[in-house]
């Protein structure tokens, strides 16, 4: 019983989400957000990235005597570095900028 009454309060509350989902008006993360894709998709990002990534792999092959933390660190800027490639080799192989949404006016 306590089953099917969870199962009924998270469909009521998913239920509700989207229903608020589809008002107007931005949100307050919307333009931080914006701001990151538009950072991460320009040639001055991919420039670094490919830059990032030569530049980890070789302290990764090359590094010698590396603590743990050093090469934990390695990995996130070449992952990172990865990220943002990926982002521009995608964007430009297919011509996607992004998911692109109608616009739904009132009259």
Same mark, same amino acid.
């Given at each position: 019983m306590r089953n099917i009454m969870f199962a009924a309060?998270?469909?009521a509350f998913l239920a509700s989400q989207a229903a608020a989902s589809t008002g107007g008006g931005s949100l307050p993360w919307e333009t931080p957000l914006q701001t990151i894709a538009t950072s991460?998709?320009?040639?001055? @990002?991919?420039a670094i990235s490919l830059i990032g990534i030569v530049v980890a792999g070789a302290m990764l092959v090359w590094g010698g005597e590396i603590n743990e933390f050093a090469?934990?660190?390695?990995?996130?800027?070449?992952v990172i570095s990865l990220i943002?490639? @990926?982002t521009q080799v995608l964007s430009t192989l297919f011509n996607v900028s992004g998911a692109v949404l109608p616009c739904v006016g009132s009259g």
């Open positions: 309060f998270i469909l991460i998709t320009g040639p001055v @990002a991919y090469r934990r660190m390695i990995m996130l800027v070449l943002v490639f @990926a």
